[in-house]
């Protein structure tokens, strides 16, 4: 089957660091990728691992462990905009096809 | 600008009238999919496809149909078998298998509700 679990929520007080994790179990890999969703609004795309290690990009960061089937978010100097939900999705491969599955999202509240 | 487009934006549906819902994208992208969204939730894989004329179930295609007839339209169609469809619906599109960059760019969502 395929599962994919993040945390419900999180809080975090606005300059720290939080790290969002996301375990997997998919029929096949071909990439994790995380997305931003503010509420009412479409996601919009983060990051993109697909070889284990660490991939950064300004505050944000994001780690992929195959073997593991885990991989967590990491955002740096959190600001109040940083509050939304964050997506954990996967290209899970069968046969031919490529489905992206998400998982439920985790709902990030920074506080002052 | 090239994007991916979602029609309309809000939509009211009487119980059993079916409704269509557009997904048109210019990105050239192979990958389409049609996402459903509850409140506080994830997204749900309804449909999917992966070239014109092919597409996939997702895990919660019951009371839905698609088409692929063309390369840049994937329209959805929620029927009145969907017994609770109202919902937040998100159409996405994705470059091929192999491709650089292979993330999904979404549209802004229809949101529909039964009345």
């Known amino acids: 089957g395929q599962n994919i679990d993040q945390p419900t929520e999180m809080t975090a007080t606005e300059g720290a660091i939080v790290q969002i994790n996301c375990t997997y179990q998919?029929?096949?890999?071909?990439?994790l990728f995380w997305y931003q969703q503010h509420a009412g609004e479409a996601p919009t795309f983060l990051s993109y691992?697909?070889?284990?290690g660490l991939e950064e990009k300004g505050r944000f960061s994001s780690f992929l462990s195959r073997s593991k089937g885990y991989s967590y978010l990491l955002l740096k100097e959190l600001q109040m905009k940083d509050s939304a939900s964050y997506l954990c999705?996967?290209?899970?491969?069968?046969?031919?096809?490529?489905?992206?599955?998400f998982g439920q999202g985790t709902t990030l509240q920074v506080k002052p | 600008d090239g994007g991916i487009t979602q029609s309309p934006k809000y939509l009211f549906r009487k119980e059993g009238q079916n409704v269509t819902l557009s997904c048109e994208q210019n990105?050239?992208?192979?990958?389409m999919y049609w996402y459903r969204q509850d409140p506080g939730q994830g997204l749900r894989l309804i449909y999917y496809?992966?070239?014109?004329?092919?597409?996939q179930k997702g895990d919660i295609a019951e009371g839905y149909s698609v088409s692929r007839e063309k390369k840049e339209s994937f329209p959805l169609t929620v029927t009145s078998a969907q017994k609770n469809p109202t919902a937040f619906y998100l159409c996405?599109?994705?470059?091929?298998?192999?491709?650089?960059?292979?993330?999904?760019?979404f549209g802004q969502g229809t949101r529909l509700t039964v009345v």
């Open positions: 998919t029929s096949g890999f071909n990439g």
């Open positions: 996405a599109s994705s470059s091929r298998q192999g491709a650089r960059n292979t993330e999904a760019f």
């Open positions: 691992n697909v070889l284990d």
């Open positions: 990105l050239n992208h192979d990958a």
């Open positions: 999705a996967v290209r899970a491969m069968s046969s031919n096809t490529g489905k992206l599955i």
């Open positions: 496809s992966q070239i014109v004329n092919d597409f």
